[in-house]
């Protein structure tokens, strides 16, 4: 069974915040461990590494749309870059393929 961080309906709003902030960093910090073991990604082949995970019951289950969500963030952040090559949907559509920016060396 995976860990979900969902806050009751009855719970206050700072519990559901901080239910979905917790959720949030776990869901950062998940693709950004998939994008380093397993290299520059479509956001489909984040999804299906991720969910793998779900699977597991080491991530907690979100949307694909909540992944490209949090994928974007990443992007924001500068931690995530488009590599400037595509790969295919399963519906023969051209799609990003994403990578883990380097850390700059001071």
Not at 40 to 69: E, F, K
Not at 93 to 103: C, G, K, N, Y
């Amino acid at each position: 069974m995976s860990t979900v961080f969902d806050a009751r309906l009855t719970d206050p709003e700072t519990s559901r915040e901080a239910a979905a902030s917790r959720s949030a960093a776990h869901v950062q910090s998940d693709i950004v461990r998939l994008l380093s073991g397993w290299g520059p990604m479509t956001d489909q082949q984040i999804s299906t590494q991720y969910n793998r995970g779900v699977s597991a019951g080491i991530s907690p289950r979100v949307t694909d749309q909540r992944l490209r969500t949090v994928r974007a963030e990443l992007v924001t952040q500068g931690r995530v870059e488009h590599t400037g090559e595509y790969g295919m949907t399963p519906t023969k559509r051209r799609t990003r393929i994403w990578r883990l920016v380097e850390p700059k060396k001071p």
